[in-house]
């Protein structure tokens, strides 16, 4: 059995009585004392305090150049437009394979003279191989051992600050790299619960210190990977491997926003990016399945692989979930799953099969809770 590895935060998520399970190839938290259900709520109310420094963090620098010839190299590998991205700027992509399915998805940030990328755990070896394949002969790619916090909810302003002024005035999707006690960090204002907040990336010699900062102040709890799904999955946003795979295209996921006019058909470098005749050819002519939202009526979630019914008896398996869960937040069940664009309609009643028995749910729309993103 390979060995579980450990983030810099391993050690005091032990003092913080964190219950730790595998994920991703790491030793996390999945709960502390608080509770699933208590540490969702926390989030949504004061500030929660994450430990994602099992992600990976990238920087791609120009070989010769500058970084415009970085973000033309990316754009053959992501179906985004990287070249339009302003300095000091962040944003949602994903690698793509030649049949138009989802490698991974990951952050993208325009640093000034360099790309800085954040992208999922168990895809980062992967990522960084297909990287260096693919476009390793025109930039340098360096890995940056760093750890990786997110300090999520309606507090986190008025908590951060309080360290880093200057964070303050960042806008959604800002980057930028600030001085501290605890060294020089990078931080974007971004997250992936749906809340207003930030990402900051530290040193591994001062992580456990920037924590403990940031745990001594009365709005913020320490917050586990069961509370983060709950919370994403309210904000309608994809955990790949789950919602969205190598046969996921961005198109089926719903995912067309991050696909700018710049590299969609007619636009100024259309296509050009693995698998782009098939996702453009979906732009035109829709993909046959879609992701969506589902409220299963009663207070059983229907959890991933629970295949989904256009008829309570018989008929036809019209789609599957890939996510479900209980929301705190909107105090009932949902779930996201795929399902044949004929049922893609909101409010169009779907069934999942439960333990042998189809039981009623209701396309919605996502997010299931608006986020607050600070605009």
């Not at 050009?272 to 207070?299: C, H, M, N, W």
Request: aromatic residues 8%.
């Amino acid at each position: 059995m390979t060995e579980l590895k450990k983030t810099p935060l391993f050690e005091l998520h032990g003092e913080l009585g964190a219950r730790m399970v595998p994920f991703a190839g790491y030793e996390m938290p999945v709960q502390y004392a608080l509770g699933v259900m208590q540490e969702h709520n926390w989030t949504r109310e004061k500030a929660g305090l994450f430990d994602v420094s099992h992600m990976g963090q990238l920087i791609l620098s120009p070989k010769e150049g500058d970084v415009a010839d970085v973000a033309l190299a990316l754009e053959m590998l992501v179906p985004v437009d990287i070249a339009g991205l302003g300095q000091g700027r962040q944003r949602y992509g994903f690698f793509t394979n030649d049949t138009g399915g989802i490698l991974d998805d990951l952050m993208i940030a325009n640093r000034g003279d360099h790309l800085f990328v954040v992208v999922n755990a168990a895809c980062k070896d992967a990522d960084e191989a297909h990287l260096r394949a693919a476009i390793g002969d025109r930039v340098e790619i360096e890995v940056a051992d760093r750890a990786l916090l997110a300090l999520q909810g309606p507090l986190a302003e008025e908590v951060f600050k309080r360290i880093v002024p200057e964070a303050a005035d960042m806008r959604f999707m800002d980057v930028i790299v600030a001085g501290s006690a605890f060294g020089e960090l990078w931080i974007s204002r971004s997250g992936y619960t749906g809340e207003d907040g930030y990402e900051i990336s530290v040193a591994n010699d001062q992580a456990a210190a920037l924590t403990r900062a940031l745990l001594a102040f009365d709005e913020v709890e320490a917050i586990g990977l069961g509370a983060r799904d709950s919370l994403r999955l309210e904000a309608g946003l994809c955990l790949y491997g789950h919602d969205i795979d190598e046969g996921t295209t961005p198109i089926e996921a719903s995912l067309l926003w991050a696909i700018q006019k710049a590299r969609r058909s007619g636009g100024a470098r259309e296509g050009g990016f693995k698998g782009s005749d098939v996702i453009l050819g979906q732009i035109t002519d829709g993909a046959y399945r879609a992701r969506v939202g589902l409220l299963p009526e009663g207070r059983a979630p229907m959890r991933e692989g629970t295949p989904i019914f256009d008829s309570a008896e018989g008929g036809a398996q019209i789609g599957v979930v890939t996510s479900g869960a209980f929301g705190p937040t909107i105090g009932r069940p949902m779930s996201m799953g795929y399902v044949a664009k004929d049922f893609t309609s909101k409010g169009t009643t779907v069934w999942g099969e439960v333990r042998g028995k189809r039981l009623p749910a209701v396309i919605a729309d996502l997010p299931f809770r608006p986020s607050q993103f600070k605009k």
